[in-house]
């Protein structure tokens, strides 16, 4: 599974808003600054948990 970023900067470089976009069958999640961002990519982490996606690196694959 993939997840893209889509990030808007400030002329500093400092994060303003952006979209975090998983996959074509669910609609992106549009967050403001880092709060939103941390909170967009836990939410992300916890669907692709629960719904038990078999190429997370970080869970071990049955049989091995």
Known sequence: MSVVLRLVLDQHGQLLHGE?????TTR???????RGLTHAVRTWLTRQATEGTSDEPWKP????
């Open 28 to 34: 992106p999640a549009r967050f403001n600054g880092w």
């Open 61 to 64: 694959k049955s049989g091995n």
């Open 20 to 24: 975090l976009v998983g996959d074509a």
